[in-house]
């Protein structure tokens, strides 16, 4: 085993870029170093922990079981280092910090839109990356620091995350304006012989929650569209004779295309929570955006 007093922390950077990406290539590109000098500190990382570390296969190099085991502390012992580099006393007026965020494109357009603009007046040096929703991969996103922070609902996150409730919504039904449902009353039966079209953000499927709150009874409507997007679930709507369950907030921005009512059918409506990884819990940057985020939906986001 290498003495640690002999052993660069750079490597320990690589070591962590590599297991990330599994390709020289792509760690030397994050890295700004080049091919060779990566596969250079490649070849002395072997030599320190005395194992190939990756093994090169037609699809990339693929770890070994000793370079896996390596992964998790890497991440803990790496972020203490930042932490401890970063230890100068928060000033968000002039933090300089990139912040990575994800979420869907209604809590992009209904919150954190908004958020963020009010974000920037107390902290004009930062910057604020907004990704796509992450639901299956969160958990590893938030560990290896891709994402800082998730806007997200507690059915996506993962009991190893930290969560913070920001706010409730609800659910609205909504035809276009125009719709020959016009100013009658949307009854049950009404709501069943309609075309549906629902958000279905990862696998196109055709149920969703309004689906499960009617099979309780022994009933079924007839769902014939479903799409990623609550922007392509929207324009749908307003180009034919479709009816929708949207988020309240959402459908109340587009109150010139659309027709709201109350759901004929009894639909629980959901938390929209932050979702971070706990080993940030000693960031106080990361401690000012989710507090500032929270402080933001209390005073904006009542319904």
């Given at each position: 085993m290498a003495d640690i007093r002999n052993v660069d922390l750079n490597l320990l950077y690589v070591l962590q870029v590599l297991l990330q990406e599994c390709s020289v290539s792509k760690a030397a590109t994050r890295l700004h170093l080049t091919?060779?000098?990566v596969s250079g500190m490649l070849a002395r990382l072997r030599r320190v922990f005395n194992d190939p570390l990756f093994v090169r296969t037609s699809h990339g190099l693929?770890?070994?079981s000793q370079a896996l085991s390596l992964k998790e502390p890497l991440n803990?012992?790496?972020g203490d280092i930042d932490f401890l580099i970063q230890a100068a006393p928060f000033d968000p007026?002039?933090?300089t910090k990139t912040f990575a965020l994800s979420t869907n494109d209604y809590m992009q357009y209904v919150f954190l839109a908004p958020a963020i603009r009010?974000?920037?007046k107390a902290a004009p040096n930062m910057r604020f990356a907004v990704l796509p929703a992450e639901i299956s991969s969160l958990h590893e996103k938030l560990v290896q620091g891709d994402i800082d922070l998730a806007v997200t609902i507690p059915e996506f996150s993962n009991p190893r995350l930290r969560e913070q409730i920001i706010y409730r919504?609800?659910?609205?039904?909504?035809?276009?304006?125009?719709?020959?449902l016009g100013r009658k009353r949307l009854t049950e039966k009404r709501f069943l012989d309609m075309e549906h079209v629902i958000v279905s953000p990862t696998r196109g499927q055709f149920i969703g929650p309004t689906d499960i709150a009617l099979a309780e009874s022994g009933k079924r409507r007839n769902v014939t569209v479903s799409v990623s997007s609550f922007f392509a679930l929207i324009e749908l709507v307003t180009l034919g004779d479709y009816i929708a369950l949207l988020p309240q907030r959402l459908a109340e921005k587009f109150i010139d295309r659309l027709q709201l009512f109350k759901p004929p059918v009894d639909v629980p409506g959901f938390d929209v929570i932050l979702a971070w990884h706990p080993k940030t819990d000693s960031d106080p940057v990361r401690r000012w955006l989710v507090d500032s985020l929270t402080a933001f939906a209390q005073e904006n986001m009542s319904v």
């Open positions: 091919q060779p000098t693929n770890p070994t803990r012992i790496l007026a002039t933090n009010a974000l920037q919504e609800n659910y609205v039904a909504v035809v276009r304006k125009g719709h020959p």
